[in-house]
C-alpha cells in the first residue's frame, strides 16, 4: 500500500495545526535580541536564553484594556538585552517552515512595565533638559489667583480650597476639573494646562491629586503632561501622590509638594503671620526712625556748637570796617593838617617876599596846590598807570626791534661779526648778514655807492 505523500505546505499546515492546538497561551521567559522595528509598526526579535532562542513578533493590533499595552503598543520601549516575560501562543510562519511565538503582552523581569516605562521616560526627559534647575520659575510670594487642576470631587479638592481660605481668605481660585485616572485623563490635563495659560490672569497653578498605585497616578507620568508642564508660562506646582510618591511631574514642575495640602500652605502664606510680621516690621521701623532722630539731633547740636553765629560773624566784620574806615580817616586828617601847615608856614615866607609879583606868582601857586591836593587822593593810582606807560612805551622805543620795525636793518661782516656803519667799512665781494624783523639773511656785496 502506497502510503500518502504532502506537500511542503501541507506539512507546514498540519504542523501549525498540531503546535496551535497543543500549545495554548503560554507564558515564556527570555532575553530580548536581534531586535527590529519596520515601518509596518510590528515589533520582531528573539528570545533566547543560555541554550536556546525562538522568533518572537509582536503584531500591531488591538490588545485587552489591562495588557500593558498603549495605541497598539507596548507603554514602555523594548531594549535590546532586556529580560522579558512573555504572554504568546506557538504558531508556524508557513513560507518558511519556522516556529515562533505570537506575543500578546510582555513584562519586563523583576520590575513591571509601568516602571520601566516610568524609567525610561525619565531618563530621556532628563537628557533633553526638562528637568534643570534652569528653566524652574520662581513661586510668586503672595499670588492674586490660583489654578488648581484635579478632580472636581474627592477629598484633594476640599483640602486644598479649606487651607487657602484658612491661610488667606481673600486669594482668587480657579478649578480646573479633570479626571485623575484612566486613559482619558492625559488628555483633560494637558487642555487644562494650556486652557490657564490662554487666560492669562492666574500667578501659579497647582497640579494636584491623591496617593495610589503606580497605575492609579500614571496619567502624571505621560510625556504629553509632562511638556504641557514644561511649556507653561505659568509656574507649577505638582502635588501628586503621598510624600513618598514620584512622578514625571513632579520633576518637570518648577515645585514639588509633597502632599496636595502641603501644596495649599506652600503656595500662599498665612495671612495673620504677614499682618503680624507687618507690625513687626513697622515697630522696628518706628524705633528705628526714633533712634536716626535721636542721632540727627545730636550731630545738628554738635555741629551747630561746633559753627558760630552768624550775626557773630557779621558784628565782628562791622567792628573790622569801623576801625579800617576810622584809620582812613585819621590818615586823611594828618595828611590835610599837614598841607595846611604845609600852606602856613608858605604864607609867612611870601609876607616876608616884599615883591609883589612873586606874591602873585605864589599865590597862585598856593592856590594850584590846593586844587591838586583834593584831587591828588583820586588820581595817585592813575598818574602811576600813565607813567608806566610812558616808561613802557620809551622802552619800546628804545628796544632795537622798534627800530627793525620801522624798516632798519643790522648789517655785519660775516668774517668777523663787526657791525657795518659806513659804506667804507666793506669792499666789494664781501659777504655779509643781515637782519630785519622778521628773520636774516646773507648776501655779498656787488657795488658800493659813496655819498
Not at 26 to 40: H, K, M, Q
Not at 247 to 270: G, H, N, Q, W, Y
Not at 312 to 317: E, M, N, Q
Not at 421 to 434: M, N, Q, T, Y
Request: with cysteine; proline share 4%; glycine share 6%.
Amino acid at each position: 500500500m502506497m502510503k500518502e505523500i504532502l506537500t511542503v505546505s501541507a506539512l507546514n499546515d498540519q504542523i501549525k495545526d498540531l503546535l496551535e492546538a497543543g500549545f495554548a497561551l503560554l507564558w515564556v521567559e527570555g532575553e530580548v535580541s536581534n531586535l527590529r522595528r519596520p515601518a509596518s509598526g510590528h515589533v520582531y526579535f528573539t528570545l533566547k536564553d543560555e541554550k536556546s532562542q525562538i522568533r518572537a513578533v509582536i503584531f500591531r493590533s488591538p490588545f485587552a484594556p489591562k495588557t500593558p499595552f498603549q495605541n497598539h503598543r507596548p507603554v514602555f520601549d523594548l531594549e535590546e538585552g532586556m529580560s522579558m516575560i512573555c504572554r504568546a501562543r506557538v504558531s508556524v510562519y508557513q513560507p518558511r517552515g519556522e516556529y515562533q511565538l505570537i506575543v500578546d503582552t510582555v513584562e519586563p523581569k523583576g520590575i513591571g512595565a509601568l516602571q520601566m516605562a516610568f524609567e525610561q521616560l525619565k531618563n530621556r526627559l532628563e537628557k533633553e533638559g526638562l528637568f534643570d534647575a534652569v528653566h524652574k520659575k520662581q513661586i510668586p510670594f503672595l499670588p492674586e489667583r490660583i489654578g488648581i487642576i484635579t478632580s472636581a470631587t474627592g477629598a484633594v479638592i476640599r483640602d486644598i480650597l479649606t487651607i487657602t481660605r484658612r491661610r488667606f481668605p481673600s486669594v482668587d481660585i480657579l478649578v480646573a476639573p479633570v479626571r485623575v485616572q484612566g486613559s482619558e485623563a492625559p488628555a483633560e490635563i494637558i487642555q487644562a494646562i494650556d486652557q490657564m495659560n490662554a487666560i492669562g490672569d492666574i500667578d501659579v497653578m497647582i497640579l494636584a491629586r491623591g496617593g495610589g498605585s503606580l497605575e492609579d497616578l500614571a496619567p502624571f507620568n505621560d510625556e504629553g503632561v509632562a511638556r504641557a508642564i514644561f511649556r507653561s508660562r505659568i509656574p507649577v506646582i505638582s502635588a501628586v501622590g503621598h510624600e513618598t510618591d514620584f512622578t514625571i511631574a513632579d520633576f518637570v514642575s518648577d515645585l514639588r509638594a509633597p502632599t496636595p495640602s502641603a501644596a495649599a500652605e506652600l503656595v500662599v502664606p498665612m495671612k495673620q503671620d504677614l499682618i503680624a510680621s507687618l507690625e513687626n516690621l513697622h515697630h522696628r521701623m518706628f524705633h528705628l526712625y526714633r533712634r536716626m532722630m535721636n542721632r540727627f539731633k545730636e550731630r545738628l547740636n554738635l555741629l551747630r556748637e561746633r559753627l558760630k553765629d552768624p550775626k557773630r560773624r557779621l558784628a565782628d566784620f562791622r567792628l573790622f570796617a569801623d576801625d579800617r574806615l576810622e584809620k582812613l580817616q585819621q590818615i586823611f586828617h594828618h595828611k590835610t593838617q599837614g598841607r595846611k601847615h604845609d600852606l602856613i608856614r608858605l604864607e609867612s615866607r611870601l609876607h616876608q617876599v616884599c615883591p609883589l609879583i612873586h606874591i602873585r606868582d605864589h599865590q597862585f601857586a598856593l592856590d594850584h596846590l590846593r586844587k591838586n591836593m583834593i584831587a591828588e587822593t583820586g588820581n595817585t593810582i592813575e598818574r602811576f598807570n600813565n607813567r608806566l606807560y610812558s616808561l613802557t612805551a620809551m622802552l619800546n622805543s628804545l628796544s632795537p626791534l622798534a627800530v627793525l620795525k620801522r624798516g632798519y636793518s643790522i648789517v655785519r661782516r660775516l668774517s668777523d661779526g663787526e657791525i657795518i656803519r659806513r659804506a667804507d667799512d666793506i669792499s666789494l665781494g664781501c659777504d655779509v648778514h643781515v637782519k630785519v624783523l622778521s628773520g636774516s639773511f646773507e648776501t655779498r656785496v656787488t657795488k658800493i655807492y659813496e655819498e
